[in-house]
């Protein structure tokens, strides 16, 4: 009996020792260059104080060996206007970070900054140093100062009297942005206008909303995400809806990107070499309305580029550079 338990402790004992004998894992500097995913981030187009998407990037280790990397930083440090997180850790200095051989990590990307102008650069680098030598990774974003509209239950976000927006600041809409009755709304050229998720624009019974861009200087509308794969994807926002006895007038605009661009009911829009593209169902819905239009691009809408119901009157006259499918 004494031996079968002192075999059996034997056992144990060794199981255990077996288990708790850990692969040893040496880590030696890197002999040759990392390799990236890519080698610059252009972050989404951000305003004032507002937090970009997050972007990653992805660093390799090509070598047949684990190493260390001695350090990874943002060249400006802690005055830096962006923030990243190394391999699930957040911050700005990173030093002796761990890659196994042929695997990769990820360091995540984003920037929050303050504005300094209507429209300015941000620019900063991620920095890889070892023995081998340094590479970096360029951080670049366009910063814009913005003006923010923002509909709450205390605020029911109206503007209440004639009012001109100029191209100094982007406009920011959260929630409805009502122009109230009998009110005017002048968009001056090169006036950015973008809808968050779910936000739209009212113009109501005799109000104007007047877009006033030039060739040279378009205005703007469309959702608030400028990355450039957003372009081409609809229902990032809701839609302009003009009610009965309102009126638009707009030139050398842009709108595009949401649910339906126009939403018009009993109402009268005169558009003149705009473009009206990428809506989920209508780029202009029309019930009982009159829609005068000259040199307008009208495509890549889900039900209709343009519908017209209940007896509206559209009165299209092509020029030269006016499609619509």
């Given amino acids: 009996m004494k031996f079968k338990l002192l075999l059996a402790f034997s056992f144990w004992m060794l199981l255990m020792a077996v288990s708790c004998n850990k692969d040893d894992i040496n880590f030696d500097a890197p002999s040759q260059e990392l390799s990236f995913s890519r080698d610059t981030v252009f972050c989404d187009t951000v305003y004032h104080q507002v ?13 047949d060996k684990d190493i260390l990397i001695p350090r990874i930083q943002l060249a400006k440090g802690a005055t830096s206007l962006y923030k990243i997180n190394v391999d699930g850790k957040p911050g700005y200095d990173f030093k002796d970070i761990p890659l196994r051989k042929k695997d990769s990590l990820y360091i995540f990307v984003e920037i929050a900054p303050e504005a300094t102008g209507p429209e300015a650069i941000a620019e900063d680098k991620i ?13 670049f974003s366009v910063v814009q100062d913005a003006e923010f509209f923002i509909q709450t239950p205390s605020n029911p976000n109206v503007i209440t009297s004639n009012t001109t927006w100029t191209n100094n600041k982007a406009k920011i809409i959260y929630g409805n942005l009502t122009i109230d ?15 968050h998720k779910n936000s739209g624009m009212k113009v109501s019974t005799g109000a104007t909303l007047n877009i006033n861009g030039t060739l040279a200087n378009n205005v703007t509308l469309r959702g608030d995400r400028n990355d450039p794969a957003y372009d081409t994807i609809p229902k990032n926002w809701n ?9 638009l007038n707009m030139n050398y605009a842009r709108l595009f990107g949401g649910t339906k ?12 070499n705009s473009f009206i593209h990428t809506f989920q169902e209508y780029g202009i819905y029309a019930v009982a309305s009159t829609v ?34």
């Fill in 127 to 139: 920095l890889f140093q070892s023995p081998f030598g340094q590479q970096q990774v360029v951080l």
């Fill in 261 to 272: 661009g126009l939403d018009m009911k009993q109402a009268n829009a005169t558009i003149n």
């Fill in 181 to 195: 009755q009998n009110v005017n709304l002048n968009i001056q050229a090169g006036t950015k206008v973008y809808f």
């Fill in 239 to 247: 839609s302009i809806k003009m009610d009965a006895g309102s009126t």
């Fill in 51 to 63: 937090r970009s998407e997050t972007y990653a990037v992805k660093v390799y280790n090509n070598e």
């Fill in 292 to 325: 005068t239009a000259k040199n307008l691009v009208m495509n890549n809408c889900g039900e209709s580029a343009i519908g017209i119901f209940k007896g509206g009157n559209s009165q299209l006259y092509p020029f030269n550079n006016c499609q619509l499918f």
